[in-house]
């Protein structure tokens, strides 16, 4: 945390050297290793101070070009405790790193709202029940 940012850092357990991952100026959190290391999903604030699911590639112990995947929507309903347009939190990764589970408020007028699976990629449809495969 850092001038009302909270920034991406990595800390190598074995020599205690933290190195910048992300530094935007932006509410950086929750960040998610794919199965294979090669990506990473974190939730920003980067896009109209919103909470939405961002991947980015890592390669050579950096994050690349991060990608937002999930989409501004308005929910149009009558929320008290969030504004109309829904936010994307806690983002897990499927087994086999094709896929994301997402906490969002979509479709729902309290509370934190519900689980929502999506591929990871930006466009992709959100399904709101989790299916068969293995998480």
């Known amino acids: 945390y850092r001038n009302d940012a909270i920034e991406l850092r990595l800390l190598e357990v074995a020599t205690g050297i ?16 794919s199965p294979d290391g ?9 896009h109209e101070g919103l909470f939405h699911v ?3 590639p890592f390669r050579n112990g950096a994050l690349g070009d991060a990608e937002r995947i999930t989409e501004d929507r308005d929910s149009k309903l009558p929320r008290y405790y969030y504004s ?3 936010h994307y939190l806690s983002p897990t990764w499927s087994h086999d790193g094709r896929e994301l589970i997402i906490v969002s408020n979509r479709e729902r007028i309290w509370g934190t709202g519900g689980f929502w699976r999506m591929e990871a990629r ?6 709101s029940r989790i299916g068969p495969a293995r998480v």
Do not use: I, K, Y
Not at 18 to 33: A, I, K, S, T
Not at 38 to 46: E, I, Q, W
């Open 54 to 56: 961002f991947v980015a």
């Open 18 to 33: 933290v190195r910048e991952l992300l530094r935007d100026g932006h509410v950086n959190v929750e960040p998610q290793w």
């Open 84 to 86: 109309v347009w829904d």
């Open 122 to 127: 930006a466009g992709a449809p959100m399904r």
């Open 38 to 46: 090669t990506r990473v999903a974190f939730v920003s604030t980067s």
